[in-house]
């Protein structure tokens, strides 16, 4: 069974920093570098699997389904998981370069983009990446509340797969949530939810909509919810179709065919409405009593940037939406982890295909790279991320067979986390807590019962271990 204890190989010693699928592709490519390698996993939660665990709707349960191969990748005897342990923190980057021959950072984009428009501050206006951390029970964000039982119109600023997933969620029932691994807290505001319309606000047309063509028919499929646009909102720009026909991809044209088909079929008739609107930026937003009331949007125009891409830009038309609860689903963006060289233009850590550089245009931190969202910043599907750490891990094949890397004077980090009081969650201990969130899920009727609060999961996995008192 692999187990951290077992960590200190004399070989090729890899640490890979975080555990969501960025972490995971890359521990796979490297077992399959074609030299035996110890790749020791970081995390400082004590659960493993990133966005999948914490990000992933708990009504996507076939998108969950790639854990089973991380679980694969994980059965490795050369895998490592050491869970609780904050780089940066209980052990410095310093530490990591005394204990490795590589680094490899993959811990993805932990905070959001900020819209920066007067009114950001009211109460009811929230990051979607907050929405969908609490109802995922991420430790990071259960304390969240969000007053969905006076609220009866949302505004989602962004139209990406993440507001998708937040439209999805809104206009769903607790009941059709009630048996996934939804957060247990998440499901009395669900219910007393009062929530029939999600205005969905992109800043660009319907050929250059964000979202996936799966998810916005998804939603359409909801037994009480119209998809709904205005043949206004539907109309795509000379310039648009143009682009469209040059250089849009299949799913964009999908897209268009979509929200013009949806356009001829006006209001609907069912209870909850998804209003989608093209060519609407927010401006500002207006409160009584410090709270959320209303967003001014501008209205836009395409013109073609540089590179033929159609962007918008703003025309002398506004319009004030009433609204109740805001959502701004318009980016991920890094968080610096202490020691990592950090591009604060880009939100990433800074790199030449995936060698991390101290700073943009500097030198190679020989030995250090980067993966995933935290080397191309936050987009793709989690299998680009496959690709991706593919690409890293050539490089950091070909740097380890020149020599290139650091010269780690030590072998097994165990003894460094004992002597300073950090309890590592080992890959045996995740496995325990996993089959017991399982059990008590099922035993409530649903998929998992997600324990959301760190000190809650390490009592229970302490209390799981064989010697536990
Ligand atoms: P995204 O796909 O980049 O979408 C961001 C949206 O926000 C875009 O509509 C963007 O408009 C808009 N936006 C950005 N800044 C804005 C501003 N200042 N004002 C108004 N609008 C603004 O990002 P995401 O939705 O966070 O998703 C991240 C990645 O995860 C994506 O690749 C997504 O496909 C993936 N994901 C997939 C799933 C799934 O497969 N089910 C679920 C969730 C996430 P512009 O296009 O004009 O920039």
């Known amino acids: 069974m692999p187990d951290s204890t077992s960590a200190g190989s004399t070989g090729w010693r890899v640490a890979v920093v975080g555990s969501g699928p960025a972490a995971f592709y890359t521990a796979e490519a490297l077992f399959k570098a074609g030299e035996p390698v110890q ?35 994980a059965a490795n005897p050369a895998f490592h998981f050491f869970g609780n342990v904050r780089v940066g923190k209980d052990l410095t980057v310093d530490d990591l370069a005394a204990h490795y021959h590589q680094v490899v950072y993959a811990f993805g984009c932990e905070s959001d983009n900020k819209l920066g428009v007067p009114g950001e501050e009211l109460a009811g206006v929230h990051a979607a990446t907050d929405f969908v951390g609490w109802y995922n029970g991420h430790p990071d964000h259960r304390h969240h509340r969000f007053d969905l039982a006076s609220a009866r119109t949302v505004a989602l600023v962004g139209n990406g797969n993440v507001a998708m997933d937040v439209a999805r969620i809104l206009l769903s029932t607790a009941d059709a949530l009630l048996p996934t691994d939804i957060a247990e807290h998440a499901l009395p505001s669900l219910r007393q939810s009062q929530v029939r319309e999600v205005i969905l606000l992109g800043r660009r047309g319907p050929a250059q909509a964000a979202f996936s063509p799966k998810e916005i028919e998804e939603i359409s499929e909801l037994p009480d919810v119209d998809v709904v646009v205005t043949p206004e909102d539907a109309a795509v720009d000379a310039m648009s179709a143009q682009w469209l026909e040059k250089d849009g991809a299949r799913s964009q044209t999908r897209n268009v065919e979509f929200l013009r088909e949806r356009a001829t079929h006006g209001e ?34 395409l013109v073609a940037a540089g590179d033929g891409t159609p962007r918008p830009e703003p025309r002398d038309a506004f319009e004030d939406l009433a609204v109740d609860l805001v959502f701004k ?47 191309r910043g936050p987009t ?21 067979a020149g020599g290139k890397q650091l010269a ?12 300073r009081g950090v309890d590592a969650v080992t890959w045996t201990d995740w496995q ?38």
């Open 39 to 73: 790749v020791d996993m970081f995390d400082r939660l004590p659960v493993p699997f990133g966005l999948v665990r914490g990000g992933v709707a708990p009504d996507h349960q076939n998108i969950k389904g790639v854990i089973k191969v991380y679980n694969k990748i």
């Open 268 to 301: 609907g008739e069912k209870p909850k409405k998804l209003r989608c609107r093209f060519l609407v930026a927010p401006v500002g937003l207006k409160g009584e009593d410090g709270h959320v009331r209303s967003v001014r949007v501008q209205h836009m125009k």
């Open 329 to 375: 689903a318009i980016g991920y963006r890094g968080v610096p982890c202490p020691g990592v060289p950090f591009d604060d233009k880009k939100g990433i850590v800074p790199n030449v295909e995936g060698r991390v550089v101290e700073k943009v245009g500097g030198a190679v931190r020989t030995g250090h790279y980067a993966s995933g969202w935290c080397k």
């Open 380 to 400: 793709g599907l989690i299998g680009t991320n496959s690709l991706d750490a593919k690409a890293t891990v050539e490089a950091m094949k070909a740097d380890h």
């Open 408 to 419: 780690p004077a030590k072998a097994d980090v165990t003894a460094l986390l004992q002597q």
């Open 432 to 469: 325990r807590l996993d089959a017991w969130e399982v059990q008590q899920g099922q035993s409530r009727g649903r998929l998992r019962h997600k324990l959301v609060a760190v000190d809650e999961m390490m009592q229970r996995i302490r209390a799981l271990r064989p010697n536990a008192s």
